[in-house]
């Protein structure tokens, strides 16, 4: 079992919080989320208590994120609450700690609190400017809301922040994008984040697609969009250093990241998925049966499956080449010793001669721009050499 780089070597360890409340379920969102009512709310805050105090620490945590849903439903009482429980588990602030705010959500009271706590950062999820296209997406809140919101938290002295924008929306011209950007970009956040809309089943959206009363764009479409969204924030000085994730020197964000990297973190409440000390396993998609599984200390969980080295290199590729940086051959070499790298020079050969994927004099190797237009196809091609170097093993052990 491999899950540190070197044997003396700690990896960074993440909590993640699910909060799953929301006023109402946007058309696109496929996360798991309810509309709350106050008696839930005091059980699920009940029930992190009881989740907290349940899960063992063997680390210092490094990192948080608080998501959902909308955390910013929660009164303020409540995220003291929250963030007082959570800080006695760990013992000391994390190095960044990330909240998710709607805009309609954001009130001086509860960015007080959060403050206070130690948060360290704020991502709101704006996804557009323009209040027709919100419309588009169910978003409940205006563009008069956002700049609200983003004057409180100018205010209260939070110096990260992060705007999530979404495109290739239905109905939304080039023209609606390039002015979101531009918005994004006079409000001038530390961290932007760009997502291509995808139709996820059982949404709104998805049924409206099913039924021919919206319209995909097509795959040129939203390849042309993403260069056009690079280009753009790249010559505003926010430097790219995940496919749909951009920043100024210094603020990219540390949770993510360690993510990406494969690193442990802890998921908190209904749906939250964790990856701890060799297991990968996800928290119940209920609130209901979250509770009742975490107050008879019998938590219910789904998709619990061991960790091996295959598995987690696999995955450690695929994520690795999601960022600018790309991964480091030697350094991943180090951490799975056991895997046989060099089976994979042939992809490599293939990629970089379409011209997807250089191979750096420093061994790292790095997706180039064409490349990040199709990592979801690479990462099946990964996954397909895996699956061939694992055959291979097999023919030689017999």
């Not at 928290?283 to 295959?310: F, T, Y």
Request: hydrophobic share 40%; charged share 25%; aromatic share 10%.
């Amino acid at each position: 079992m491999i899950l540190q780089e070197k044997a003396e070597e700690v990896l960074p360890l993440g909590f993640y919080f699910h909060v799953p409340f929301c006023s109402s379920i946007c058309d696109f969102c496929s996360f798991y989320q309810k509309v709350p009512r106050r008696d839930e709310i005091k059980r699920y805050l009940n029930g992190m208590e009881l989740e907290l105090k349940s899960r063992p620490l063997d680390r210092c945590v490094d990192t948080v994120f608080w998501g959902g849903g909308t955390p910013g439903l929660l009164m303020a009482k409540d995220l003291q609450r929250l963030g007082s429980a959570m800080l006695k588990k760990i013992g000391r602030p994390p190095i960044e700690w990330t909240v998710e705010l709607a805009p309609s959500t954001v009130k001086k009271e509860k960015l007080k609190v959060l403050r206070d706590l130690g948060v360290t950062r704020i991502s709101m999820g704006v996804e557009s400017f323009s209040d027709r296209v919100l419309k588009t997406l169910g978003r409940q809140h205006s563009q008069r809301q956002v700049f609200q919101a983003i004057d409180t938290i100018n205010d209260l002295g939070f110096e990260n922040i992060n705007l999530d924008l979404i495109f290739s929306i239905p109905g939304q011209m080039i023209d609606d994008w390039l002015s979101d950007l531009k918005q994004a970009i006079r409000i001038s956040p530390q961290h932007i984040s760009t997502y291509c809309l995808t139709y996820e089943e059982d949404t709104a959206l998805f049924i409206r697609l099913s039924h021919g009363k919206i319209i995909k764009k097509t795959k040129e479409e939203d390849a042309s969009i993403y260069e056009i969204t690079r280009a753009t924030l790249e010559d505003a000085g926010y430097n790219q250093y995940e496919i749909s994730n951009y920043a100024v020197d210094g603020f990219e964000c540390l949770h993510n990241k360690n993510t990406w990297r494969l690193y442990d973190w802890i998921g908190f409440g209904p749906s939250a998925a964790s990856q701890y000390n060799g297991r990968r396993f996800v928290n119940i998609a209920s609130l209901e049966q979250w509770l009742e599984g975490i107050e008879k200390g019998q938590p219910i969980i789904i998709d619990n499956i061991r960790l091996n080295a295959e598995i987690l290199a696999a995955d450690c590729l695929i994520f690795g080449l999601r960022m600018n940086r790309g991964i480091n051959a030697e350094r991943l070499q180090s951490r799975f010793p056991e895997i046989n790298f060099s089976g994979l020079h042939p992809l490599w050969e293939k990629l970089s001669h379409d011209k997807y994927l250089v191979i750096m004099e420093d061994k790292n190797i790095r997706l180039t721009s064409r490349g990040r237009l199709v990592a979801d196809g690479i990462a099946v091609e990964i996954l397909e050499a895996f699956d061939a170097l694992k055959q291979v093993s097999k023919q030689l052990v017999k």
